[in-house]
């Protein structure tokens, strides 16, 4: 009953508060995060929901200490999120695919694929506009370009960017 309660107050009010950074934020990053440590299946200490943020019923997400989900992302669970874990405005996390592998039916009557954890371990900064799809896993330290595609996993420190997103450096390299 408190989640219900908490998700009705979260979509109603506390999503559309203004951004944690703005001078009459009105403690919105105080109200969302306490909402959410009721709605999600684990939310960290001192975790950061901005202004907008979409996250369906919030069962099926974990996020870790010291992270924080950008201005106006959408994302869905199956997902887990580490510790320190930095994300842009409009960062987008999808868990489920349409099914698209009958040809005597229309796309849109097939349905959806079950659902792909999203893993993205700690450490890892997420640019503005990046897609991330099903089934990913982000390792320790990895940076995703802003309007970065990932449809694969990305190993620890790479950074990636373009789409499809392609490895661009390791920052283990560039400190050698």
């Known amino acids: 009953m408190i989640k219900k309660g908490c998700l009705m107050l979260y979509y109603l009010i506390a999503r559309h508060l203004p951004a944690s950074d703005s001078p009459y934020s009105l403690k919105a990053k105080s109200i969302r995060r306490f909402l959410c440590h009721h709605i999600f299946k684990y939310c960290g200490h001192a975790v950061n929901i901005e202004h907008g943020v979409f996250f369906g019923n919030g069962s099926e997400i974990e996020i870790g200490n010291y992270s924080g989900l950008g201005i106006n992302a959408k994302l869905s669970g199956p997902l887990r999120i580490g510790n320190n874990v930095m994300m842009g405005p409009d960062v987008m996390i999808y868990t489920q695919n349409h ?50 595609v990932v449809t694969k996993d990305i190993k620890s420190y790479t950074i990636v960017g373009g789409n499809p997103a392609k490895p661009i450096k390791n920052r283990k390299e560039m400190n050698t």
Do not use: S
């Open 99 to 148: 099914n698209f592998d009958r040809l005597d039916i229309p796309m849109i009557q097939q349905g959806n694929t079950p659902p792909q954890p999203v893993i993205i371990e700690d450490n890892v900064w997420i640019g503005a506009r990046a897609i991330i799809l099903p089934g990913v896993r982000i390792e320790t330290g990895a940076i995703i370009a802003a309007g970065a």
